[in-house]
Structures are given as structure tokens and as C-alpha cells.
């Protein structure tokens, strides 16, 4: 085991793990956060998405030990009592039934929206292609990306 110097939604963090430990479990077994998600397990659904630098990354397939730079989890874009505008788009749009896919799309469309402020359609989609809904909600994903790209 080792001690590893995180720095997470802003703040700096210290984590106890083997080398090969999944960030994804780090994230959620040490440092209690919930919003990334495990899904497959095999980063094929998206459903553990964080920012790493602000690029999205598959935390299930990330070892502790290959992470520098800062991390950003569903948390760090906004709270219950204070969402994000993109958190509070999938509110508003009710992009979200089971919850499963919602961290992965709601993380994948911040870093969207990031480096493209206005995207087309199709540039949502394409950029949601790799994330998986079991509810089938996707018209009102991409209209809650749409409205937290309006505002």
C-alpha cells in the first residue's frame, strides 16, 4: 500500500491504496463520494466518469497510481442544495429516471460543454455515444445539454 496526494473537486486529499486500485473505488470506498458510479467495470458505460484535468475518464479503468492533476467528480460541479447549471438542466428537463447513466452523461456533457459552448445536436450525441441509459431518456439528455449550453 501506498499514500497517495489527490486533489479532488478543489481540494487536496490523501488516500491509503494498492497501486493497481481502481480511482473509481478510491473516489467512492475512501473518500465517500458518490456521484461516480460503478457500472460494468470494463469503462464501456460510462456510468464512473469523472474529469481528470478536465478531460472525462473512465475512473473504473484508472489506477490510483497513473492519476496527476486534479480530479473533478459529480460533486465538484454543484451540490443538492446548489446545482450546477448543468445539473440543474437535467433537473429541469427531467433527463434522469434510475439515476444510472446520469453521472457518466451529466460528467461527459461538462467536458462537452468545456471545450464547445454551443454544440450542435449531433455533437451531443456523438459525444454521449459511449455512455449507456437503461431508461432510454436520451431526448431529454440532450435537451437538458442543450439548455445548460443556452444559459
Given at each position: 500500500?501506498?499514500?497517495?496526494?489527490?486533489?479532488?473537486?478543489?481540494?487536496?486529499?490523501?488516500?491509503?491504496?494498492?497501486?493497481?486500485?481502481?480511482?473509481?473505488?478510491?473516489?467512492?470506498?475512501?473518500l465517500a463520494l458518490r456521484g461516480p458510479r460503478f457500472g460494468c467495470g470494463l469503462g464501456q458505460c460510462g456510468a464512473c466518469t469523472v474529469h481528470v484535468n478536465g478531460e472525462a475518464v473512465r475512473s473504473c479503468m484508472l489506477p490510483v497510481s497513473a492519476v496527476k492533476g486534479d480530479i473533478t467528480t459529480l460533486e465538484g460541479l454543484g451540490s443538492v442544495a446548489q446545482p450546477g447549471k448543468l445539473q440543474q438542466a437535467f433537473i429541469t428537463e427531467?433527463?434522469?429516471?434510475?439515476?444510472?447513466?446520469?453521472?457518466?452523461?451529466?460528467?461527459?456533457?461538462?467536458?462537452?460543454?468545456?471545450?464547445?459552448?454551443?454544440?450542435?445536436?449531433?455533437?451531443?450525441?456523438?459525444?454521449?455515444?459511449?455512455?449507456?441509459?437503461?431508461?432510454?431518456?436520451?431526448?431529454?439528455?440532450?435537451?437538458?445539454?442543450?439548455?445548460?449550453?443556452?444559459?
Open positions: 500500500m501506498a499514500r497517495y496526494a489527490l486533489k479532488v473537486n478543489g481540494k487536496p486529499r490523501s488516500v491509503d491504496a494498492d497501486s493497481d486500485t481502481p480511482l473509481l473505488y478510491v473516489l467512492r470506498d475512501n427531467q433527463a434522469a429516471q434510475c439515476g444510472y447513466c446520469a453521472n457518466g452523461m451529466i460528467m461527459t456533457s461538462a467536458a462537452l460543454l468545456a471545450r464547445n459552448r454551443n454544440p450542435s445536436e449531433t455533437e451531443i450525441r456523438d459525444a454521449l455515444a459511449g455512455n449507456l441509459c437503461r431508461c432510454g431518456t436520451h431526448q431529454r439528455i440532450v435537451a437538458a445539454v442543450k439548455r445548460a449550453a443556452s444559459t
